[in-house]
């Protein structure tokens, strides 16, 4: 029976390591790499039309503090939500980037204050920040869930689905959904394509950061039911995941009710 799934390959998460160390490039630090000289193209791009409000050195400024945000807010996100006994038990483990993850809704607190930031020194509204960077994060994001896949790590729930997939590093071996591959096209490809159709007509401030909050909160909720859960779930109902979505959700909603009902549009 489990001959009729695909049977991954192991893949070596490092491209390269320097002599016996784990230091090097990793698959997953690649995809991010690629994300965000995706995101510094796509925003160069939106600076140069005309009467955008932005200069080149704004976006690499933006860019690089919310690189920074990413990378911090991500790190720490990740021990705390998700790995706080084993931080409790070696605090070191904090600065071991190379044997842990990274958390998105860390990832995303990280990237708000870099947003508070950078808006306080330009001199520029916080929701206008907010509304011109969100459209230029779900392509790294996908490529970050691609990064998980060719990490064999965030597997799914077990599954009988034709599409199911057997993981080398799986200890049972089990037919599983690839909610990695899942997630890279909701987070990736859906929600990328949804927030760029949607600031092709003027929009009020806000509403753009607001509809991000909401795609992506759906989108991991969803997924989240065939996702293998990291921690046991929340209050028993829901996974923890879930759980951090629902304040992502009902922010969105309430942002975009906010722009709504203030009318402000700007060209983003």
């Known amino acids: 029976m489990m001959n009729q799934y695909l049977h991954l390959p192991y893949f070596d998460p490092s491209i390269f390591t320097f002599g016996?160390?784990?230091?090097?490039?990793?698959?997953?630090?690649?995809?991010?790499?690629?994300?965000?000289?995706?995101?510094?193209?796509?925003?160069?791009?939106?600076?140069?039309?005309?009467?955008?409000?932005?200069?080149?050195?704004?976006?690499?400024?933006?860019?690089?503090?919310?690189?920074?945000?990413?990378?911090?807010g991500g790190r720490i996100g990740d021990v705390f939500f998700y790995n706080l006994d084993h931080f409790?038990?070696?605090?070191?483990?904090?600065?071991r980037?190379?044997?842990?993850?990274?958390?998105?809704?860390?990832?995303?607190?990280?990237?708000?204050v870099a947003?508070?930031?950078?808006?306080?020194?330009?001199?520029?509204?916080?929701?206008?920040?907010?509304?011109?960077?969100a459209p230029l994060i779900p392509f790294g994001?996908?490529?970050?869930?691609?990064?998980?896949?060719?990490?064999?790590?965030?597997w799914g729930r077990e599954t009988d689905v034709p599409w199911a997939m057997i993981f080398p590093n799986d200890p049972l071996l089990l037919p599983r959904h690839p909610s990695q591959l899942y997630e890279a096209f909701l987070e990736g490809f859906v929600l990328f394509a949804m927030l760029n159709l949607f600031i092709k007509k003027p929009r009020p401030m806000g509403s753009v950061a607001g509809l991000f909050l909401i795609g992506y909160g759906v989108f991991r909720f969803i997924v989240e039911y065939v996702r293998e859960p990291?921690?046991?779930?929340?209050?028993?109902?829901?996974?923890?995941?879930?759980?951090?979505?629902?304040?992502?959700?009902?922010?969105?909603?309430?942002?975009?009710?906010?722009?709504?009902?203030?009318?402000?549009?700007?060209?983003?």
């Open 20 to 72: 016996d160390s784990n230091i090097g490039l990793r698959w997953y630090g690649l995809m991010y790499l690629l994300g965000f000289l995706f995101a510094r193209w796509l925003g160069v791009r939106r600076a140069n039309r005309p009467n955008s409000g932005w200069s080149v050195e704004q976006v690499d400024s933006l860019l690089f503090n919310g690189f920074m945000g990413v990378f911090l």
């Open 88 to 95: 409790l038990q070696d605090p070191l483990y904090l600065f």
């Open 97 to 112: 980037v190379w044997e842990g993850g990274m958390s998105f809704h860390g990832g995303l607190i990280g990237v708000i």
């Open 115 to 133: 947003m508070i930031w950078t808006s306080y020194s330009q001199k520029r509204h916080f929701w206008q920040t907010a509304d011109f960077i």
């Open 141 to 154: 994001l996908g490529l970050g869930r691609i990064g998980n896949f060719i990490n064999l790590e965030l």
């Open 230 to 268: 990291e921690v046991e779930s929340f209050l028993g109902i829901m996974t923890r995941g879930q759980a951090l979505c629902l304040p992502m959700i009902i922010g969105g909603a309430l942002i975009m009710g906010w722009a709504y009902t203030r009318k402000s549009a700007v060209k983003n």
